[in-house]
């Protein structure tokens, strides 16, 4: 199989004229999904100074609960994309997710109280649980191999998007907040009652382009061959490449769905060769959330706040952070099939593991101003160029064709859970520790997870998945 594989690329690379301009639209309009993830992960970060105080939320563990409850929804919705996805297709999945997105951004807007509060964050995270798993699988389905790598990476790309745009959203409607607001006046004024509500509110519009965009696009072809309708697999693979390329990539796909189970099944996961795959994939997912550079997006007001920094210069200085992070998610794009996924995952890990440990440092001796800020934005560089991107595709590539769809699932599902236990311990840690210890403690992490990859993780770059399932599957 593999043999033929090799035979039939060059031969399409050289004869087929892709349709790029619709590869182009339906991947765009699925990557929207990203951007939504993007923006409606970061955007309570911008909000929290003020519906913090609307709800009256003093305790620890009632603001982690806040900031950290719709990774509840997350592990939800990570677990209807790997149950749900290989029945209703993708396609339908993406189009429940933008429906959510648009429904919870305006919940969210009009809460009351804080249960409602919750309960619409909550349901916003199954729809960002369903959209980081089912945006990435759907583009790389209906994407030639030659352009595959590209349009992937765009996913990637419109989640930063989407962090930078909240980001400036909501440093845009704290503009007039005065240097010297008071406590009552963070209460009481419009950025403290109906602001902070624009913040959440404003995400119905991209989700409403999101939900009628999908309905204009095709399901992937992988889904409808798997399913039996080979018919319209072969349409929709025409318009993509013409009748030649339909017939060919149809003979791969079946040749590929005849070492594949019918749906998800976990249990395949049990077995012993498995096992150490997956706890690769598990490890490497924990890992890219422990690292705690999350908190800095999340909690972005309680870090600068404690350097020294008013809250209007505290949102100027997250949108500048949202910049640094599209920035150098460019660069991991360039590198990631060149410098390689090990070398990257390491020189991360290391990176954040220092830069952590100056950056408790200053914390501890009270040092405050413009030094801290160029710490958190140079982690957020460094996190950027290695472990937030490059994670994604690795855990792609690691799992063999016959449980993928299983071992992304909980991968992902893991990846949320570790999310929620680093968003809702940061409060707690930062009270009864102070800053200091607590970014020590992230470093001692970075320390562990590139022993991990050490120890454990293989160069990807630049061979086949067999290739790579013979290195790891024994």
């Known amino acids: 199989m593999q043999q033929a594989t090799e035979n039939v690329a060059p031969t399409l690379k050289a004869t087929t004229r892709f349709n790029t301009r619709y590869i182009w639209m339906i991947s765009l309009v699925a990557a929207l999904g990203g951007l939504l993830f993007g923006y409606d992960w970061v955007v309570i970060g911008g909000a929290k100074p003020f519906f913090e105080r609307y709800f009256q939320l003093t305790d620890p563990a009632a603001k982690g609960w806040a900031n950290s409850c719709a990774l509840i929804g997350c592990l939800f919705g990570a677990l209807l994309a790997g149950a749900f996805s290989d029945k209703f297709g ?23 109280s804080f249960a409602i509060f919750v309960t619409w964050r909550m349901l916003g995270g199954v729809a960002i649980g369903l959209a980081s798993s089912l945006s990435p699988m759907y583009i790389s389905e209906v994407s030639p191999a030659a352009m595959r790598g590209k349009l992937v990476s765009i996913n990637q790309l419109t989640i930063v998007i989407g962090i930078v745009l909240a980001q400036l959203i909501n440093w845009l409607l704290v503009l007039g907040l005065p240097q010297d607001a008071t406590e009552d006046f963070l209460l009481n004024s419009w950025y ?69 189970t019918a749906g998800v099944d976990f249990r395949d996961l049990l077995d ?5 795959v997956l706890l690769l994939g598990v490890g490497l997912a924990v890992f890219q959330q422990w690292c705690g550079i999350n908190v800095i997006f999340n909690y972005a007001e309680e870090i600068f706040t404690a350097a020294g920094y008013k809250v209007s210069d505290v949102m100027f200085n997250i949108v500048v952070t949202g910049a640094v992070n599209l920035i150098f998610t460019f660069v991991a794009i360039a590198a990631v099939d060149k410098v390689g996924r090990r070398r ?34 140079a982690a957020i560089g460094c996190y950027a160029m290695s472990l937030a991107p490059v994670t994604w595709v ?68 630049g061979k086949t998945l067999e290739e790579i399932e013979r290195e790891l599957v024994k």
């Not at 396609?91 to 959510?100: M, T």
């Open 192 to 260: 403290g009652q109906i602001g902070w509500r624009w913040m959440f509110g404003l995400t119905a519009i991209p989700a409403l382009l999101f939900f009628a965009g999908m309905f204009f696009v095709p399901e992937s072809p992988r889904w409808l061959a798997k399913n039996g309708e080979q018919q319209r697999a072969r349409l929709l693979l025409s318009r993509i490449g013409g009748d030649d390329y339909a017939g060919r990539a149809i003979a791969e796909i079946e040749e590929t769905l005849r070492n594949e």
């Open 344 to 377: 990257l995952m390491l020189g991360g890990a290391a990176g954040l593991a220092f830069i952590y440990t100056l950056l408790g440092g200053f914390y501890f001796s009270g040092s405050q101003g413009i030094h801290v800020l160029g710490l958190v934005v």
């Open 394 to 461: 690795i855990i792609a590539e690691i799992f063999p064709n016959r449980i993928r769809g299983a071992a992304m699932s909980v991968a992902v599902t893991a990846l949320w859970l570790a999310c929620f236990i680093l968003t809702f311990t940061f409060p707690v840690l930062n009270k009864n520790f102070g800053p200091a210890a607590t970014f020590w403690l992230y470093a001692g992490v970075c320390v562990a997870g590139f022993l991990f990859i050490r120890l454990r993780l293989p160069e990807t770059k």
């Open 90 to 112: 993708r396609k339908r999945l993406l189009i429940f997710s933008g429906f959510l997105f648009a429904a919870t951004s305006i919940g969210n807007a009009l809460a009351g």
């Open 272 to 276: 012993r060769k498995m096992r150490a």
